[in-house]
């Protein structure tokens, strides 16, 4: 809050009013005040609590220095012999500030001089600074200003005055330093909190330390690594920092140091030291208040993290960056702002939008002086930040907000080129972002004219050519992917790789990437044996992706030994790597290589899961072809009804002309055909259906609505139809064959059983119970499901009586495969008292290891915990729903309540009492639990 200098004068004119002119005015004034000089005490300059200036109070009195009807008390400083430079000081009040009206204060020199010291005030808020409120105990904001260095003499003295209207004064708390580099290290900074840019001379805790030079320091750390490991050349370089901030080193000089060593030095082939050396690195700046350095790791640290697949670390290292936007008054959601368009004509579902470049407000920071400031422009992290947010959100399906907020840095860096930092690798970094989204999509025609707008934008690409290098690499990998191989690619294919690997600011995987495309350019060009020496030599070595493109060439090949036992370990690399938007694809390849070996009931229950997930992340090129893929399984089986409304959806879906290629739709046209050569197998004697839970209760919340969930799951090739009946509690049921959904209401009497209940063919029935607020009563009710050839299946669940208990459930596990491509799916409703819109921060916690994945009402994944340990920094753990960006997940409210289910995929084989799950909800700082299920052998 500026206040400026003329008010201060005004007011001086009036305290002075009645002399002859105002240069007397303020002559007898100011030698009244030198007159009077003895009532102001000195005070020194000095630090008392490292690296902070001393803090001075001046306690509450009953002035009796008096100027006409004002009453006066104050300070008196004298600068030092050497002084060079400003003065800076703060105050505060305990309690409101603008409770004190009328309240003036200024400076003085005791020696007149002809200058005037001009002031600006700037006031604070004490939210943002918890180091200021801990020596300012009681004060809600501060007052800062600077004394013009120019007008103050060495080893001259100053008279600093307060006036208030009455007599008594108020409590209050200062602290001055002089403003030169030797001025801070002396005297220290103002105490209003840490410099964001870390430590300086003024931490300095003796004058006989001496700091050590960090590429020292890296040195020894990096010994300690390559002798010992991560951890305790992490514990090294945390001594060597702190032993060097207290030698009074700058932390600015050894995070640059780090950071190149994880970004260009050992980082690059070293993907796990470097991911470490980051995360640390960032919760060292977190520890020293050192927001725009942390800021700036949100981005290197952030992609690090996801290239050894810690994507929940990653989530996290964004959130000082979430912080600073957030002071910035700007959401990070790109379709809150106006829309002005589609992005893309063939692509309408994104959009172009009137995105902002600058805060609408100023964010404050410290400065190494401790003056406060404000930015309104963004974090020079924001481009680099931003992409990181955009490939977590790709790979939760969230491909729209992706490539908006590629868009949205991309127009950012196009208008503020001027006036910003490397412009040039935000764009390029935002363009390869966009593109590389539209070819995971399938969309390659779009994705390659992208690509192709990056190698053709006159921008210099300031890593070393790394985005132009990426862009000609996939542009190759788009030709192969519609069939278009030409020897002369080869060479581009060569030169494009000796250029990424000598690239500094290129990583291990990308010149892998290059490698694995040259293979499949080869294998398309009939060259098979070269192409399997690439991928072998790259398998062997740890690609991943490699692997892949082997197993996919042996299951087209036909061959069976050894590819089931590497398609389980290809899944759960894949899990490791955290990109769930990649499983559709191999629970398709999958399905293929048990249809090919006859196990059609298992093939249908992934072809299914490949269409879910699909849906789940509205893969919308693929899924049509997968639907295709589905229609003549089900002819396979016999399922002709299924099999035609499949097909139906598929040719529709894929009738998209305005989003999707022709060629998709003569890929589903070609699939579509083998429903005529199919050869539908025999149906098994008796189909046994699951029903589950096979019990649990409903805990009911006062005001709410009570809810449950059932599934009966029909593993196998054929539909079953059967009965399902109610006993216990009065119900009326109903059945919608439609969306294969039964509804039951509790406590009304009307229809207790539905017949002809059908189950698709490797699919599930869900039978959803409720009851309006209030109208429920304790008791039992038993859910049975008859169907010819088996054994009646009961569920039976019971209505608690009171909201201290947690709902429970009993899930039979029974038909749980030690396969990574099953899991065993549990149901919940999640209510909260008031019934509004918002979200509720989630997770569950397993009794063993187990991997599990939450998918919210729209069967969207909220999160993917690999070891079922309720934390999310683990290799696998991924994070998709965070509402308020604080790296926990949250799963999204209507009216107070959703449904959610968990599919659980346990470690080992269960032991003899279960798996147990605890879902927790976070309410005030406490996680707490509000369901428990067992998963029973």
């Excluded at 890296?218 to 901030?245: H, Q």
Aim: net charge negative.
């Amino acid at each position: 809050m500026p206040i400026p200098f003329h008010r201060l004068a005004a007011f001086i004119c009036i305290l002075c009013s009645g002399f002859a002119s105002a240069q007397d005015n303020r002559a007898h004034f100011e030698s009244w005040l030198r007159e009077n000089r003895e009532s102001f005490p000195m005070v020194g300059f000095g630090r008392d609590k490292i690296p902070f200036a001393r803090v001075h109070t001046m306690p509450p009195i009953k002035s009796q220095l008096k100027w006409k009807d004002r009453y006066f008390t104050g300070f008196r400083f004298t600068t030092p012999e050497w002084h060079e430079g400003h003065v800076f000081w703060m105050f505060g009040m305990p309690g409101d500030f603008s409770a004190q009206p009328d309240f003036h204060w200024y400076i003085v020199p005791e020696q007149a001089q002809e200058e005037e010291f001009r002031l600006v005030t700037s006031r604070q808020g004490a939210r943002f600074y918890p180091r200021f409120r801990e020596l300012f105990p009681g004060c809600g904001s501060m007052v800062q200003q600077t004394f013009d260095g120019e007008l103050l003499k060495p080893s001259s003295r100053y008279i600093v005055w307060f006036s208030y209207p009455t007599p008594q004064t108020r409590e209050l708390r200062f602290a001055l330093t002089v403003g030169s580099k030797r001025g801070i290290a002396e005297f220290g900074m103002l105490p209003s909190g840490y410099p964001d840019i870390g430590p300086l001379e003024c931490f300095r805790k003796s004058p006989d330390l001496k700091p050590v030079p960090p590429k020292d320091l890296l040195a020894a750390g990096m010994k300690t690594f390559k002798e010992k490991g991560i951890a305790p050349a992490l514990e090294e370089l945390d001594l060597g920092l702190r032993r060097n901030i207290d030698a009074g080193a700058p932390f600015q000089d050894f995070w640059v140091t780090i950071w190149r060593e994880a970004q260009t030095g050992s980082g690059r082939s070293e993907r796990e030291w470097a991911a470490a050396l980051n995360l640390w690195l960032q919760e060292r700046c977190l520890e020293f208040d050192a927001t725009d350095l942390a800021v700036q790791l949100g981005s290197n640290g952030a992609t690090s993290l996801m290239n050894v697949y810690r994507y929940g670390s990653a989530r996290s290292t964004l959130i000082p960056f979430h912080g600073q936007m957030e002071r910035r008054k700007l959401s990070l959601d790109p379709t809150s702002y106006p829309d002005s368009g589609p992005a893309f004509a063939s692509l309408p579902d994104v959009r172009m939008r009137e995105f902002p470049v600058a805060g609408l407000q100023g964010a404050s920071y410290v400065a190494p002086n401790g003056m406060i400031g404000t930015r309104r422009e963004m974090p020079n992290a924001f481009g680099a930040c931003m992409h990181n947010l955009a490939a977590l959100e790709l790979m939760g399906g969230e491909w729209r907000t992706a490539i908006e907020r590629n868009l949205w840095v991309r127009a950012w860096a196009e208008r503020m080129r001027e006036k910003i930092f490397e412009p040039e690798g935000s764009w390029y970094g935002s363009q390869i972002g966009i593109a590389d989204a539209l070819f995971d999509l399938g969309l390659l025609e779009l994705a390659d004219a992208q690509y192709e707008t990056a190698l053709s934008h006159d921008w210099p690409d300031i890593y070393q050519n790394r985005s132009k290098l990426a862009a000609r690499g996939n542009r190759i990998s788009i030709r192969l992917e519609l069939g278009q191989a030409d020897p002369r690619m080869l060479e581009e294919l060569d030169e494009i790789h000796k250029a990424t690997k000598e690239n500094p600011f290129c990583h291990r995987r990308a010149w892998e990437a290059v490698e694995i495309t040259k293979a499949k350019c080869l294998a398309q060009l009939g060259r098979d044996a070269e192409c399997n020496e690439i991928l072998k030599r790259l398998a062997d070595d740890g690609s991943h992706p490699a692997r892949l493109a082997i197993l996919k060439t042996q299951i087209r090949s036909g061959k069976i030994e050894g590819v089931e036992e590497e398609l389980l370990a290809i899944l759960e690399l894949t899990r490791d790597w955290g990109r769930k938007l990649d499983e559709a694809a191999l629970y398709s390849l999958y399905a293929d290589f048990l249809t090919n070996n006859g196990r059609l009931p298992e093939a249908l229950a992934m072809r299914r899961e490949a269409v879910r997930l699909m849906r789940s992340f509205d893969l919308f090129v693929q899924l049509p072809q997968e639907l295709a893929r589905l229609s003549v399984l089900l002819s396979k089986c016999g399922d002709a009804p299924a099999s035609a409304s499949s097909a139906d959806e598929a040719t529709r879906l894929g009738d998209a002309k305005d989003r999707l290629p022709p060629r998709v739709q003569a890929e589903i046209a070609g699939i579509l055909k083998q429903r005529a050569a199919s050869k539908p197998v025999a149906a098994p004697k008796s189909l046994l259906v699951d029903l589950q839970p096979l019990n649990a209760s409903m805990v009911p919340v006062k005001g709410r609505p009570l809810r449950g969930r059932l599934t009966l799951s029909n593993p196998f090739a054929q539909a079953v139809e059967g009965t399902l009946s109610f006993s216990g509690l009065p119900v009326d049921a109903a059945w919608k064959q439609a969306s294969g959904e039964a509804t039951v209401l509790l406590g009304k009497t009307g229809t207790n059983q539905l017949a002809n209940v059908r189950v698709e063919a490797g699919s599930f029935a869900v039978i959803d119970l409720t009851s309006p607020p209030d109208q429920f009563a304790p008791g039992e009710l038993s859910v049975i499901w008859s169907s010819p050839g088996q054994k009646d299946q009961i569920s039976v669940w019971t209505i608690e009586d009171t909201e201290a208990a947690v709902a429970a459930a009993v899930v039979d596990a029974g038909v749980f495969k030690r396969n990574a491509f099953y899991g065993v799916p549990v149901h919940h409703h999640y209510q909260s008292p008031a019934a509004d819109d918002g979200s509720a921060p989630i997770r569950a916690i397993c009794s063993i290891p187990a991997r599990v994945e939450l998918y919210d009402a729209e069967n969207r994944p909220v999160y993917v915990d690999a070891n079922g340990n309720g934390e999310f920094g683990d290799p696998g753990d991924v994070v998709h729903q965070d509402q308020d960006r604080d790296g926990s997940p949250d799963i999204q409210l209507r009216s107070g309540e959703t449904r959610m289910r968990l599919q659980v995929f346990p470690s080992g084989d269960l032991p003899s009492d279960g798996l147990k799950i605890a879902l927790e909800s976070r309410f005030q700082a406490k996680w707490t639990p509000f369901a428990e299920d067992l998963l029973q052998p």
